[in-house]
């Protein structure tokens, strides 16, 4: 297989090394020549991991200064470094010591113009204090070595990089016009100690970034995760579902096609009432089967017999049991049939919760509680703490969504959270409309 290449007519292809020294030099001069003299705060700390929140708030919302101060006291540290180059207390002296400390105290607010101050500085110390035969001045070297580390960890490895050439080339350049030769005197250990420096900061960027990657990646995939266990949760949901709404609408079907002939010489109208009721309910069924099919699964096979419901509870409880969970049940109020959606919702509900307490809470003893009260149904499934007698078995993670799903499709209220005691604890309540009684002639 042939890679080929196309070219504009009249532009010649350039070759890989061109492309990359042209992107080269447009990272330097968007790195270190554009919006050189842009105002760059530096950031307030953030205190906001675990271990600060051991301090108190008062000194915790102080700390944030802390790397101005720490650039603070690294430019009076070069300050003293470059005063201590003239053993009088002359002005000059003074100067000395300004000059090159006042670049890293610009790292706060213009890293880049500091950086070239620097730069610029270097020079100017060799003529105040008078260092023979080297670019570079003890100030200078730290200094300048402090003000491109501050830079470079602020911005990315490839402008340290960059700051370190142009000092190569600085030094060269000095050599020759300060005596010494090329990378003459000082030069040689200054860059070596800087190149140093700035690797084990751009390391660090390196790894910072990696770790801030990773953390977004892991959200990115925890979102879709979530995304993806609520449509595998609707999609059961809507199985399950399908089942009952088909069923029920194909008895709504066959109820209006028998109609007819249980009256004896109905009117033509009665009868074309019933003939358009069966066509809708029919229609109906076919638009369902049709869009609700398509969450099928195709190894999907519907359940032979009914869903379960209410009342199949307490061959549900038998089967927990037997998997050697210790579970009660109360019910109160008084029972009634209620909608078919909400039995089996309800029943699932009620299955997910005790294998939870299975799962998570081996050796725990359950509770389920059944209330039937006038606006709806009530469920509350609570275990206590595991006893440690066997290992949890840790699940997908899908079971609370589940549950949340089921309840919100039937307008209804879920909290789950852990009771004090260890345990856990998930409370229902489904709204149900009351049945409306028919009226009689007095």
């Not at 500085?121 to 003890?138: E, I, N």
């Not at 009342?311 to 909608?339: F, Q, Y």
């Not at 909400?342 to 389920?368: D, T």
Request: one cysteine or more; hydrophobic letters at 45%.
């Amino acid at each position: 297989m042939t890679e080929t290449t196309t070219t504009v007519p009249g532009q010649r292809e350039r070759s890989p090394e061109s492309r990359f020294a042209r992107e080269s030099l447009r990272g330097l001069r968007a790195d270190l020549f554009r919006d050189v003299t842009a105002y760059r705060p530096l950031p307030r700390l953030r205190t906001e991991g675990p271990v600060w929140q051991l301090i108190p708030a008062g000194p915790r919302s102080e700390a944030g200064v802390l790397p101005h101060l720490v650039v603070l006291c690294l430019a009076l540290l070069t300050f003293a470094i470059g005063l201590a180059e003239t053993s009088d207390s002359s002005p000059i002296a003074l100067m000395g010591g300004l000059i090159v400390a006042l670049p890293v105290g610009l790292t706060l607010i213009r890293p880049v113009l500091a950086w070239w101050l620097s730069l610029a500085a270097a020079a100017f110390a060799v003529v105040l204090t008078g260092t023979v035969h080297s670019p570079w001045s003890g100030g200078s070297i730290a200094g300048h070595t402090i003000v491109m580390a501050l830079v470079a960890a602020r911005t990315r490895p490839r402008t340290a990089a960059w700051m370190w050439i142009i000092s190569v080339v600085y030094s060269v350049f000095a050599g020759a016009v300060f005596g010494g030769g090329p990378l003459g005197g000082d030069s040689v250990p200054m860059l070596v100690f800087s190149g140093v420096v700035l690797a084990l900061v751009a390391q660090a960027q390196v790894s910072r970034s990696a770790r801030r990657e990773v953390a977004v990646e892991r959200t990115v995939t925890a979102v879709e995760r979530d995304k993806r266990t609520l449509l595998e949760e609707r999609t059961t949901i809507a199985r399950e579902l399908h089942d009952v709404v088909a069923h029920h609408m194909s008895v709504v079907a066959i109820q209006a096609e028998a109609a007819p002939y249980r009256v004896e010489n109905p009117p033509p109208e009665l009868e074309q009432a019933f003939v358009t009721i069966r066509e809708n309910a029919v229609a109906a069924l076919t638009e369902l089967r049709r869009v609700l099919g398509v969450v099928r699964a195709e190894d999907y096979q519907a359940p032979d017999a009914p869903q379960p419901t209410l009342a199949d509870l307490d061959r549900l409880l038998e089967n927990v049991r037997d998997a050697g969970l210790t579970v009660s049940k109360a019910v109160t109020g008084a029972v009634r049939e209620l909608p078919p959606g909400v039995e089996l919702s309800a029943y699932r509900i009620v299955q997910e919760a005790l294998s939870n307490a299975l799962r998570h809470a081996p050796g725990a003893e359950a509770a389920v509680e059944v209330s039937y009260v006038l606006g709806g149904l009530g469920l509350r499934i609570v275990n206590g703490p595991p006893t440690g007698l066997r290992k949890e078995s840790p699940g997908a993670g899908h079971g609370i969504t589940g549950m949340r799903e089921r309840v919100a499709m039937l307008g209804g209220e879920m909290t789950a959270e852990a009771t004090r005691d260890g345990g856990y604890e998930v409370a229902v309540f489904v709204p149900v409309a009351a049945a409306t009684e028919p009226e009689t002639d007095a």
